[in-house]
């Protein structure tokens, strides 16, 4: 009798446990290549070794993260590598971070930073970081808190900037 109870008591004490909600990534995709292009014609592409995409659509690209930009006859006009990034589906944003380096090949300018939005809604770059350009051919240096530019970096607007420039005239 007492064997009967223990064996009662003991299976009353396994109860079936539910198994946690998975939040790992549903999709692990290796050596991306992303196009956007814009009425045909090619705008931007990025390059990354390793994507991973999650259920709420958000994509996170853990390794090195590389952008070419595209002028409207198709040439690259300026280049980005970061150390990672992701993609937020919610607010349509693509996020790099990690050395952010983005060479401009016309004017030889180096832009650094720690972190990078893009927009492709929008076709803006933006960042609320501390950032750095530095033109090559003038040794002219710009140092900003925040900017907003062009997706090709065209155009761009510094917030909080100082910077180093050479002046010429009488």
């Known amino acids: 009798m007492i064997g009967i109870l223990v064996f009662f008591l003991a299976c009353e004490g396994k109860k079936t446990k539910e198994g946690a909600l ?6 692990i995709v290796n050596n991306v290549e992303l196009k956007y292009s814009e009425q045909g014609k090619m705008k931007v592409i990025m390059r990354t070794p390793k994507s991973r ?8 690209f853990p390794d090195t993260v590389n952008i070419s930009f595209f002028d409207t006859l198709g040439t690259v006009v300026t280049r980005l590598r970061s150390d990672s990034g992701r993609y ?6 693509y996020i790099v971070k990690g050395n952010v380096r983005v060479v401009k090949s016309e004017t030889n300018e180096i832009l650094t930073t720690s972190e990078l939005n ?18 090559k051919r003038t040794a002219e240096i710009t140092n900003a808190i925040g900017m907003d530019a062009e997706q090709d970096f065209t155009r761009i607007k510094f ?11 009488p």
């Open 22 to 27: 998975y939040t790992g990534p549903v999709e």
């Open 53 to 60: 995409r999650f259920q709420n659509e958000t994509q996170v």
């Open 88 to 93: 937020d589906k919610n607010a349509d944003v």
């Open 118 to 135: 893009w927009s492709p809604r929008t076709r803006k770059v933006f960042t609320e970081k501390p950032l750095a350009v530095i033109n």
């Open 159 to 169: 917030r909080k900037a100082t910077g180093i420039y050479k002046f010429t005239g």
